[in-house]
């Protein structure tokens, strides 16, 4: 194993501010994955790396690790990424198709008619919010990605191909089709560990490979945060540096983030998150093949099978289905600004509804739904009042009886003395 700097890096040391102005524009971008993944919590990769020994690489410091990764334009590659959560909740499967169906707004092509494709994306990919999973992907640019779910029996793909979004369910036999937003190739980020950006086919907000992940781990870096390198690693056949993120604050629900960097082309080949509270990974994302050469043009073509049921999705909102296009488009629509209390890992997000929450799960709601909401509440007071705190093993919300939202990548504690100190 190369010996590596294992200098902490943060806002106010020396290294970082000896850095030239590139560097240190690099090395803002490690974030707390903490506050970063409110929206990548729910769905997570796991290793499966054939491990021959640790190679021995060249010495390198965090910040020119952090400066390789946020030069790197990788923007071709196909590979193979094995995925595992455990987010410490009842598993999603039944309730992207039942409960999500119940509480997605309505108005789609079909949905109306028949509750929608079995193929739209939405409801599909919440499955891998849970469990283990095999995935597929290729990308050619930012006008094609594809991304397929393996199942033993049957396989789930996701296709985008200049412009043209296709998703396909073999168990099923069903197909849903849209059109990508029109403009937004204009918006994609190029050279950012991977060429996924706004015109992606699938929903912005679902990570699927470790590039995704580490992208919304670097962004940027401050007094809260220690970044290393310890050692390197072998994932799917490359040689990588191992960076190691901590959070210096108590209160989170992080315990550490650990991105396997490839050493030549400064790609992130693996992702893991550590919980606080011990145990194993909460989020763990790793390329067991990986292949860096442009996929053949063949791999984004697709045709529906002969008898497939079609479904058109109602206009360009389809890579996110109805829930995206019914989505808030700002704070105001769900009833306020937001206040953001504290920083760093320990950092919360107040919004004041205007509703009041829910005593218990309804028993008008679908069985997998009841159970999901059942397992996450646990009542909670406070100079506030009283209120539920919805639970997972990284991201933590409270409810109060009068309608104000605390949510946080942090413990219950952390929660409650935010909604004390704002009240």
């Known amino acids: 194993m ?92 039944g309730l992207g198709g039942s409960a999500a169906g119940a509480l997605a707004p309505k108005g789609g092509a079909d949905n109306g008619k028949d509750g929608g494709s079995a193929a739209e994306p939405t409801g599909k990919l919440m499955e891998l919010a849970s469990g283990e999973h095999t995935l597929r992907v290729a990308t050619d640019g930012p006008d094609k990605q594809r991304l397929s779910i393996l199942d033993s029996a049957a396989e789930y793909s996701l296709i985008h191909n200049a412009g043209e979004v296709w998703a396909y369910d073999s168990s099923s036999n069903e197909a849903y089709h849209a059109k990508a937003p029109a ?96 145990g194993k990974a909460v989020i763990d994302v790793g390329f067991t093949k990986v292949d860096f050469s442009r996929p053949s043009a063949s791999t984004f073509d697709f045709t529906p099978p002969k008898g497939a049921k079609v479904t058109e999705a109602d206009g360009p909102k389809a890579a996110g289905g109805d829930l995206a296009h019914k989505a808030p488009k700002d704070a105001k629509d769900l009833g306020s600004e937001p206040n953001v209390i504290g920083e760093g890992w320990t950092t919360v997000v107040q919004l004041d509804t205007g509703a009041k929450a829910p005593a218990a799960a309804s028993k008008d709601m679908p069985a997998e739904a009841r159970q999901f909401m059942d397992a996450l509440g646990d009542k909670a007071e406070g100079k506030f009042g009283s209120g539920t705190v919805f639970k997972t093993r990284l991201v933590n919300a409270l409810m109060t009886d009068d309608g104000k939202v605390f949510v946080g990548a942090v413990t219950k504690d952390t929660l409650v003395k935010a909604a004390n100190e704002a009240k």
């Open 2 to 93: 190369a010996p590596n700097d294992s200098a902490q890096i943060t806002g106010g040391t020396d290294e970082a501010e000896d850095l030239p102005a590139g560097s240190r524009r690099a090395a803002r971008y490690v974030v707390p994955v903490a506050v970063a993944g409110v929206a990548a919590a729910t769905i997570g990769l796991v290793p499966a790396l054939a491990a021959s020994g640790d190679p021995d690489l060249p010495k390198i410091t965090a910040a020119q690790l952090i400066e390789k990764m946020a030069a790197s334009d990788t923007e071709r590659l196909s590979g193979t990424v094995k995925i595992t959560t455990d987010l410490g909740i009842p598993s999603l499967g």
């Open 183 to 278: 403009g937004a190739a204009k918006g994609v980020e190029k050279g950012k560990n991977g060429a996924h950006g706004k015109d992606q086919a699938v929903p912005k907000d679902l990570p699927a490979t470790p590039q995704d992940f580490a992208r919304e781990a670097l962004k940027a870096s401050g007094d809260t945060t220690s970044v290393t390198v310890d050692g390197t690693a072998r994932i799917a056949g490359r040689d990588a540096y191992q960076l190691v993120i901590k959070p210096k604050q108590a209160g989170s629900t992080v315990g550490s983030v650990k991105v396997a960097v490839d050493s030549k082309t400064g790609t992130p080949l693996k992702f893991t998150l550590l919980p606080s509270s011990g």
